[in-house]
């Protein structure tokens, strides 16, 4: 399974970004896609997570920001990142969970300058 985030760039606080990331390869249907984000000199934490069945959660700095979802037919999950802040400035990274294992994607970058 490879995964492939895109969707990363510089954007000024108040405004939005939308991440992609599509899945290829062998993939079991039941799985969880999410989003994780790590910014420098701090440990990678989650932004959000979506099951296959649409359930989502998010982690509190994003909650009521960020919106995730996904298309089941194209294996990919979307992050909608509407009134960024500097804070929000990370490497963004896509994971697939699915029968106990995890993969990651190579990251994307979101900077909001101060």
């Known amino acids: 399974v490879q995964l492939q985030a895109s969707g990363g760039g510089l954007v000024q606080a108040g405004g939005s970004l939308r991440l992609s990331c599509a899945a290829s390869?062998?993939?079991?249907?039941?799985?969880?896609m999410g989003w994780y984000r790590q910014a420098p000199g701090k440990q990678r934490e989650l932004v959000a997570i979506?099951?296959?069945?649409?359930?989502?959660t998010y982690g509190d700095s994003v909650s009521g920001r960020f919106s995730i979802s996904r298309d089941n037919a194209k294996n990919t999950v979307y992050l909608q990142m509407n009134n960024l802040k500097p804070e929000d400035t990370a490497v963004y990274y896509c994971k697939l969970m699915a029968l106990g294992a995890n993969t990651w994607g190579q990251g994307t970058l979101v900077t909001v300058p101060a």
């Open positions: 979506i099951t296959s069945g649409g359930s989502s």
């Open positions: 390869g062998r993939i079991f249907s039941i799985n969880h």
